[in-house]
């Protein structure tokens, strides 16, 4: 029931690309995408809700293909500051809609050198 | 707007002793989560409380592990006896039902000995 995260760790240098991926062997309802930074709380990004939407902020998008039940998290002109560990959360979907039961993922560490 | 509160930050016990950790959600969350987040992992949900009601347990450690959420606000986990494998951060989170947008607190850093 885990999603799986790919790929596990990626490095960059500042103002590079990077795209993590989610996939889930449950139909989902949405996909919540998290950035934790060492020794703090995971912090909330974006969520995408089933119907194959794309959000972006700035300079972070992600988009949600339900068909095949992944989720990918795109990065562009990386700065310092997203550095840290990215987790995907998968709702899965229950015959009554979503349960708001975020189940999530073992993180992708990326990484942002000058 | 305040956040998710959790107490306390650090929590050192040894093995077979009992240890709780309070949390209050955010002002008029409905949802409460608590989570156990061993290192280099991520979250893993262990129970899920829709106002004094749980949602979901199934990956609550029973026989060890409770939590309550009395009148629908704070809650609080307990773990009796402590176990080695039970040194983790605790995260609390909270959301409106029907958002789904989770809000973390600090977490708790538990250190079993």
């Known amino acids: 029931q885990q999603p799986v995260q790919s790929p596990q760790a990626v490095i960059l240098r500042e103002g590079e690309d990077a795209v993590i991926n989610c996939s889930s062997s449950k139909a989902l309802y949405s996909v919540h995408w998290y950035r934790q930074k060492h020794g703090e709380a995971p912090v909330f990004l974006m969520i995408?809700?089933?119907?194959?939407e794309q959000k972006g902020h700035e300079k972070i998008s992600a988009s949600f293909n339900e068909k095949k039940q992944q989720s990918s998290l795109y990065l562009t002109a990386s700065q310092l500051s997203y550095s840290g560990t990215y987790f995907c959360g998968t709702d899965p979907l229950p015959a009554q809609g979503g349960s708001e039961k975020l189940v999530f993922g073992k993180g992708t560490k990326l990484t942002v050198n000058p | 707007e305040a956040g998710v509160a959790q107490s306390p930050r650090y929590k050192i016990i040894e093995k077979r002793q009992s240890v709780a950790f309070w949390c209050n959600p955010i002002?008029?969350?409905?949802?409460l989560y608590w989570y156990q987040q061993i290192l280099g992992q991520g979250p893993k949900l262990l129970i899920q409380?829709?106002?004094?009601?749980?949602v979901d347990d199934s990956q609550l450690p029973k026989d060890r592990f409770s939590a309550e959420r009395l009148k629908g606000v704070d809650s609080t986990l307990k773990i009796q006896p402590a176990k080695l494998e039970d040194s983790a951060v605790y995260l609390c989170a909270s959301s409106l039902w029907g958002q789904g947008v989770a809000f973390f607190g600090q977490g708790t850093r538990l250190t079993v000995v």
């Open positions: 409380f829709q106002n004094n009601g749980v």
């Open positions: 995408l809700l089933k119907g194959g």
């Open positions: 002002s008029g969350h409905a949802t």
